[in-house]
């Protein structure tokens, strides 16, 4: 009923509310045992679970268009805007017509939201050399685009806006390092994003020496379409004591 935005009577809205309450602490949970045993497609799940929570949209079925406040899907539709960023890259005149019969005041809500959005550049490098059954460390940057005339003090932003989730949220990420061919999770930490980011991502190397893909995957806890995934390509070199062999 949330994800679809149905309108319930009084009793119903009010276990619907304190459902909410408690299902952002539980997918956090969810991260946290599926990245106890490595699985990375359940922690994936959970994670956009938690943005569809607080959202309330189905995913998959025009998210990224129906999470902005007042938008007229079926305008978005015609004029090919699939996302929050495709309104932020908008010349003036086909915005002013996406918009078009909206109130100034929900033109303004439309601002805020987009405004709020995150933008965020990510930047990665892998530290070092790595030897097979040491450990890997992957050295993350991250920087959100911000409104010059923001006058926040640069750490987090502002609460989520949300105006269909019945409590306050501020904004989240996880950092994920998964092997895709195998669905294993390696690592996973739980991130906040002001105006910039660093951090390290360390997990155990394999332990047989060779190039592997990784993935790092950038999940926001609240706002669906701007997540990344980033190629983590990793050459693993045989351990010293395997070298004095050869």
């Known amino acids: 009923a949330h994800f679809s935005r149905l309108v319930l009577p009084a009793d119903l809205a009010a276990d619907q509310a304190w459902v909410l309450a408690r299902a952002l602490p539980l997918l956090q949970a969810m991260v946290d045992v599926a990245a106890s045993v490595g699985w990375l497609a359940p922690?994936?799940?959970?994670?956009?679970?938690?943005?569809?929570a607080v959202q309330a949209v189905w995913e998959g079925r025009d998210p990224l268009v129906k999470q902005v406040p007042h938008l007229a899907l079926q305008t978005a539709r015609d004029m090919r805007v699939d996302s929050v960023f495709d309104i932020m890259d908008m010349e003036d005149a086909d915005?002013?017509?996406?918009?078009?019969?909206?109130?100034?005041?929900?033109?303004a809500e439309v601002a805020a939201y987009v405004n709020r959005y995150p933008s965020i550049e990510a930047e990665h490098v892998v530290e070092g050399g790595v030897t097979a059954g040491a450990e890997v460390a992957v050295a993350?940057?991250?920087?959100?685009?911000?409104?010059?005339?923001?006058?926040?003090?640069?750490e987090a932003p502002g609460?989520?806006?949300?105006?269909?989730?019945?409590?306050s949220k501020s904004e989240g990420w996880w950092a994920v390092v998964g092997d895709p061919q195998t669905q294993t999770l390696l690592v996973v930490k739980r991130i906040a994003v002001g105006r910039s980011l660093a951090t390290r991502l360390v997990f155990a190397a394999p332990e047989t020496p060779g190039p592997r893909k990784f993935k790092l995957y950038l999940m926001c806890d609240a706002y669906l379409g701007c997540d990344q995934e980033l190629d983590v390509d990793?050459?693993?070199?045989?351990?010293?004591d395997e070298s004095d062999g050869e």
């Open 43 to 52: 922690a994936l799940a959970a994670m956009e679970l938690s943005q569809m």
């Open 140 to 154: 993350l940057s991250m920087s959100r685009e911000v409104d010059d005339d923001d006058d926040d003090d640069g």
């Open 159 to 167: 609460p989520v806006i949300a105006p269909f989730f019945p409590y």
């Open 95 to 107: 915005r002013a017509r996406l918009l078009a019969g909206l109130s100034p005041p929900q033109v």
């Open 234 to 240: 990793v050459d693993v070199q045989p351990a010293a």
